[in-house]
């Protein structure tokens, strides 16, 4: 477990998390709408803190950018769970199963290994994507910080239906 970021805390042990347009007031012992941000004992957690779920290296043009890097590969990653509900989500065993099943999978990778590969690979850029990635803000932040460091680009692309 990693304790989240942008939150606040509320009576009775309630929390409010204020990463998203949603700002979930959240009861001891439950999640958010994105289903991978929970209270425990009055603390907010992001339980998808480095479970990747989904890693592909893509060209560039593939991502909803405009002339960013032409040419490239990007390093495209994403967590499990969305704070979105799109009815012909195309990625939504990824987005939705933390929220309808509780469940939340991926292989564990810290921000510098995720970094590091992106160099192995010769990937121009990393991108956060394949859901909404506001969600695993907290991954995104600190490897975008790394990345920065190591002269790897990064761009947050949401893949939304």
Not at 35 to 52: E, H, S
Not at 96 to 122: C, H, M, N, S, W
Not at 126 to 154: H, N, V, W
Request: include cysteine; proline fraction near 5%; aromatic fraction near 10%.
């Amino acid at each position: 477990m990693f304790e989240a970021r942008l939150w606040k805390s509320l009576k009775n042990e309630s929390v409010q998390c204020r990463l998203c347009n949603h700002f979930c007031a959240i009861k001891p012992g439950e999640r958010g709408r994105c289903g991978v941000r929970q209270n425990i004992d009055g603390t907010l957690y992001a339980l998808n803190y480095g479970k990747i779920a989904a890693l592909n290296l893509d060209p560039v043009e593939k991502k909803p950018l405009y002339h960013f890097q032409p040419g490239t590969r990007t390093y495209s990653l994403a967590t499990m769970g969305c704070n979105l509900r799109c009815a012909f989500c195309q990625n939504w065993t990824l987005s939705q199963t933390p929220a309808e099943e509780g469940r939340i999978e991926g292989r564990d990778v810290t921000p510098q290994e995720l970094v590091d590969e992106a160099v192995r690979v010769k990937a121009a850029s990393i991108s956060y994507t394949y859901s909404e990635p506001t969600i695993f803000f907290e991954l995104m932040q600190d490897t975008a910080r790394l990345a920065k460091r190591g002269d790897c680009r990064t761009s947050w692309c949401p893949t939304v239906s």
